[in-house]
């Protein structure tokens, strides 16, 4: 291999993160606008044009806080805990292909950093190292309520990872392949999001649970945990959980739009690869709308009912899809495949009807 | 049955030991102790008088007796019922009514915290509002702030011969707190928390596989975004659930009702606003009933119309915030709470043009109203009822009350039966939403509101859901209210005789009480003749709704304790008081 | 290229994301004040001294938790090979994957009747 070669790759590395560096602070500002927006306020809008500059003046402020660690805390972990829960954010990204190979300066360059054969087992086995750094804060902290927190969550993510990686199932049915640009270009036809479109909306509410994000961010419940897991933590540290949510939450809108919505694909993208970051920009950006819009617009569930939805009803409706996504492949009949899968679906949310209405008449 | 057959049935019944009450200008009637238990027991089951309201205490250095004051009503409506049992100064005990109205529970304690009266056979006699430790019971009248000038408002000369001190001038820091002898503050832990602990008890259960698992005690407050304030919950946990759960208050205290007595009758009123800060005018509303029947005057027509339409605006702003803080509380990241609170603001215009202040009002007086209505603001208020706030609350009904999560957190959780919620003196929307028709508002009408067309809202499964769809239902109530009143407002007078800013009160007791927004919200004076209060006591709604918070929290989830708290609504400025 | 030079651009990269949370760490620790005291250094319980152990023995319950989510994220990996190759294989062997399905889900459905789904 030569050394160009790792130079490219360095660059693309540092570019790639720096993206996912500029989209998480850039984020925090879309939120917090788009949220301010639904809920009839303004938002940020002094540090600089319309608030343009207000996640830099954040990172500013964050960086030169006082942090403190609690004196019961157990030290090295508490400090490890905020790393090891950015990086899986950050490598989550590695095998998503952000657009097809293009040319720079007479090399051909692939818009991606690795396109390997196992994409899909990677991001499921990166993506659940992530609650190794909650549980592990919540334990460091010597506090009851992170305690809880990184209990909770850690339940939580492993309840919902189980649905997430049976999705997975189902997207390498339809395209027989776990390589991501496979995916990617198997979907040349009808975005799998049209083909199996209960998988796609498991899939999301999975990711939500995942990311801690409402209506199932429970393990920071602040109303009932005070701010749960990350309660000790204080300036940078706690900037880094902050940054590891909302980079996360970019990896995994790429990730969501690459196994259904498409990925990098678009109009004339055989003409024009270059195309391809641009149309993923595009999906990421409303399926990140989306993430905000069911925040302000949900309350939080209850931790029993969310694990009780992750078990009961998640985990047999996503087994139920790899079910029918293998019968209509076997049977060559792919329309069977959204209308059964319809069919699942509706059956999972009159289950969750019964289950509201046997509560009812309980204590 | 009238008033006299009553007092003969009563007569009958109890002929030694029950007397009236005739002091000049008191009602009711004076039980000796040892009667009281016997007494109260017949009360409730004979009388049905199954409401005890309110308890409280009175000091009377002058005849070295201590006075506990009890106000009792029927939940199917009527006047209420006064009695009194007094007992000597020295070794004040009285026994105490909490088997008979568990309701009595933290008003004891509070009695006993700031009058000293020991409530023989109460289980839990802890100080509530001050904290464990704290030298003499204030409301007693020989208690002295530390370093107050004077006792009573106004003073004689602030500052005789023209110079003055300044109070924090001769209280160095640290220096203007009393402690008993041999304290340190330093090196104090407050002696209450064991106890608190210890009435959680229990770190460790077995299962029955003997699988061990230790309980965790956690606080939930006073520094916690839920709480609506400054209040704390102790709770013991099993994993997520709630083993045993004690409420602790008292953070805010800051005595109103000594500095009330130090008040003239007057300067009560905007003082009344700090109690329920959201709800001034309801406040105000309760204490100019209060005062003028001790001083026996009559409003104008056109006062008391603007005094419905104040109080019922005031309810539906509150109630609009409390859906809103509730719907936060089960963690709605702010969208219903800012909605809300858009049409608050609506609501809180017209206040500010009406009385010049958006929140601490204090804009009723003796008789009448500090001022008339200004130009334009009737037709604000007219726009306001007859198109945007039915419209936005229908608004609101639809986008919540069928949401399946909200519905999932709160159908069925945080259960109150209809016979525990008169036993715990549960007042208002906790009251009404258990199954008991209960509104002051037409159980024992005050003011103008017997001219009204109006429902009392009820509904019947006493869960965190009716709880909070009670409130829109009071909120659509209210709005038949004021759109009667806006189209009935006659012009006029709008205060009777003079205003009065000092006056002179005849001697006497007297207990007002209105249908505020969070409950009965009661104000017990007692007179002496002067222009100070001799006692000024606040039956406070928010205080004695929370003496049903830990029974339904027993047994819910982590989560669902702020649910219920949320329920609840309470205003720490009220509770602390 | 060999077939393992994608993990190559996959260790290049982990290696750069790594520096990123450690630079800021240590950025931040050199920039901000530190003027640490025990109250500030005090565990945070609502403004409450914290009473008894946070570190204490849990419900087993959670446990179990994980025991069954073990289980059945052991299945999901086997699934993900069958799924790659369900074209190529025979009938056959989508009936067995079929039937380690179905079993797995008797597994669910005999510990959602014991009870072990309960979150208490």
Redesign the interface.
């Known amino acids: 291999m030569d050394s160009a070669l790792i130079w490219e790759m360095v660059i693309k590395s540092l570019v790639l993160i720096l993206a996912l560096l500029t989209g998480f602070a850039y984020l925090t500002y879309y939120e917090r606008r788009g949220l301010a927006r639904i809920q009839s306020r303004v938002g940020p809008n002094r540090a600089g044009p319309a608030g343009l500059l207000q996640p830099i003046a954040d990172a500013v402020k964050l960086i030169f806080k006082e942090e403190f660690t609690p004196g019961q805390a157990y030290k090295v972990i508490f400090i490890l805990a905020p790393i090891i829960t950015v990086i899986p954010a950050i490598l989550i990204t590695a095998t998503v292909p952000w657009g097809g190979t293009v040319t720079i300066g007479g090399r051909e360059v692939m818009l991606g950093i690795a396109d390997i054969n196992i994409g899909v087992l990677y991001i499921m086995s990166v993506a659940s190292i992530a609650v190794y750094g909650v549980v592990l804060a919540g334990w460091a902290s010597n506090n009851k309520y992170a305690m809880m927190g990184g209990l909770r969550s850690t339940a939580q993510m492993i309840s919902y990872e189980l649905a997430l990686g049976l999705s997975f199932v189902g997207v390498i049915l339809l395209a027989n392949s776990m390589r991501m640009t496979e995916i990617v270009e198997a979907q040349r036809g009808l975005w799998f999001a049209f083909l199996q479109p209960v998988g796609a909306v498991v899939f999301f509410f999975a990711t939500l649970a995942e990311l801690n994000r409402g209506p199932f961010d429970m393990p920071e419940a602040e109303q009932e945990l005070s701010a749960g897991y990350n309660v000790e933590y204080s300036g940078m540290k706690f900037a880094l959980f902050f940054m590891a949510e909302y980079t996360k939450m970019v990896s995994i809108s790429a990730i969501i739009a690459t196994l259904f919505w498409g990925g990098y694909r678009g109009p004339f993208i055989d003409t024009m690869p270059g195309l391809g970051p641009l149309y993923m920009f595009i999906k990421i950006f409303f399926i990140l709308f989306m993430m905000i819009w069911v925040r302000a617009s949900w309350p939080r569930i209850r931790y029993d009912r969310l694990m009780d939805l992750g078990w009961k009803i998640l985990l047999p409706l996503s087994l139920s899809l790899v079910f029918i996504n293998a019968t209509g492949i076997l049977l060559n009949q792919m329309w069977l495949i959204p209308l059964l899968s319809i069919g699942a679906g509706f059956l999972a949310i009159q289950a969750i009807n019964l289950s509201l209405r046997r509560k009812e008449n309980a204590r | 049955m009238t008033e006299s057959d009553f007092a003969t049935r009563l007569n009958d019944r109890f002929p030694e030991g029950v007397t009236a009450d005739e002091r000049e200008g008191y009602q009711g009637y004076i039980i000796a102790a040892d009667k009281l238990i016997e007494f109260a027991t017949a009360l409730r089951d004979e009388f049905e008088f199954d409401y005890l309201s309110s308890v409280t205490g009175v000091d009377y250095p002058d005849e070295g007796k201590l006075e506990a004051v009890y106000h009792a009503y029927k939940t199917i409506g009527g006047a209420e019922l006064v009695f009194k049992v007094q007992t000597d100064r020295e070794n004040p005990e009285i026994p105490s009514l909490i088997d008979i109205y568990p309701g009595a529970d933290f008003q004891e304690r509070e009695a006993w915290d700031l009058l000293g009266i020991k409530f023989t056979g109460h289980p839990d006699l802890r100080r509530i509002l001050l904290w464990e430790g704290f030298e003499g019971h204030p409301l007693r009248k020989d208690w002295q702030e530390a370093y107050y000038e004077a006792d009573k408002k106004p003073f004689k000369s602030r500052w005789p011969k023209a110079e003055y001190t300044r109070a924090e001038a001769k209280n160095p820091y640290g220096a203007n707190v009393k402690y008993p002898d041999k304290f340190d503050p330093e090196k104090w832990v407050p002696e209450g928390?064991d106890a608190l602990?210890g009435s959680l008890a229990k770190?460790e259960t077995t299962?029955k596989d003997g699988?061990?698992?230790?309980h965790?005690?956690?606080?939930?407050?006073?520094?916690?975004?839920?709480t609506h304030g400054v209040f704390?919950i102790a709770a013991t946990l099993?994993?997520?659930?709630i083993m045993n759960l004690n409420p602790v208050m008292g953070y805010l205290h800051r005595n109103h009702e000594k500095i009330g007595e130090r008040n003239t009758y007057l300067q009560n009123m905007p003082f009344t606003d700090r109690l329920d800060y959201l709800s001034s005018l309801s406040n105000n509303f309760g204490y100019a009933i209060a005062v003028e029947k001790l001083i026996g005057i009559e409003v104008p027509e056109r006062a008391e119309y603007i005094r419905v339409i104040m109080a019922e605006l005031t309810r539906v702003q509150n109630h609009l915030f409390a859906i809103g803080m509730f719907?936060?509380?089960?963690?709605?990241?702010?969208?219903p709470s800012?909605?809300a609170i858009?049409e608050r603001e609506l609501v809180l215009d017209v206040f500010e043009m009406v009385t010049g202040s958006r929140m601490m009002c204090n804009y009723l007086r003796f008789g009448g109203l500090a001022r008339d209505l200004p130009d334009g603001s009737l037709q604000k208020i007219r726009d306001l009822v007859f198109d945007r706030l039915p419209r936005k609350t229908d608004e609101m009904d639809r986008f919540l009350s069928e949401?399946?999560?909200?519905?999932?957190?709160t159908?069925?959780q945080g259960?109150l039966s209809t016979e525990d919620a008169i036993k715990y003196s549960a007042a208002g929307p906790v009251l009404r939403a258990s199954g008991v028709p209960y509104d002051i508002r037409r159980a024992d009408p005050y003011s103008i509101y017997d001219r009204f067309k109006f429902d009392v809202a009820v509904r019947y499964n006493g869960d965190i859901y009716d709880r909070y769809y009670i409130r829109l239902d009071e909120i659509r109530e209210s709005i038949k209210i004021l759109q009667q009143a806006v189209e009935q407002i006659p012009e006029g007078e709008i205060q009777t005789g003079k205003p009065r800013y000092q006056m002179k009160v005849p001697k006497g007791e007297s207990y007002g009480r209105v249908e505020g927004p969070k409950g009965e919200l009661g104000f017990y004076l007692v007179s002496d003749g002067t222009g100070n209060p001799y006692r000024y006591h606040v039956r406070a709604p928010s205080f004695i709704n929370l003496t049903a918070f830990g029974p339904m929290c027993k047994?819910l989830?982590?989560?669902?304790v702020?649910a219920v708290l949320g329920s609840i609504d309470i205003v720490l400025g009220e509770t602390d008081r | 290229m060999g077939s393992q030079t994608p993990w190559v651009y996959v260790g290049i990269f982990v290696l750069v994301g790594l520096f990123i949370p450690i630079a800021a760490i240590a950025i931040a620790t050199f920039l901000g004040p530190k003027k640490p005291n025990a109250i500030k250094q005090s565990t945070y319980e609502c403004g409450i001294e914290t009473v008894g152990d946070s570190w204490i023995q849990f419900k087993a319950q959670y446990y179990i938790f994980a025991l069954v989510f073990l289980i059945f994220d052991v299945e999901t990996v086997f699934l993900f090979p069958w799924a790659v190759s369900l074209n190529s294989l025979g009938i056959f062997a989508v009936f067995e994957g079929i039937i380690f399905i179905l079993i797995l889900l008797a597994g669910l459905i005999y510990a959602w009747k014991k009870g072990m789904l309960e979150w208490a």
């Open positions: 928390e602990y770190y299962d699988l061990k698992t230790d965790l005690t956690v606080n939930l407050g006073p520094q916690h975004p839920s704390r099993d994993g997520e659930k719907l936060n509380d089960i963690g709605a990241f702010f969208t800012l909605y858009e949401n399946e999560i909200l519905r999932s957190r159908v069925g259960y047994g989830k982590v989560a669902d702020v």
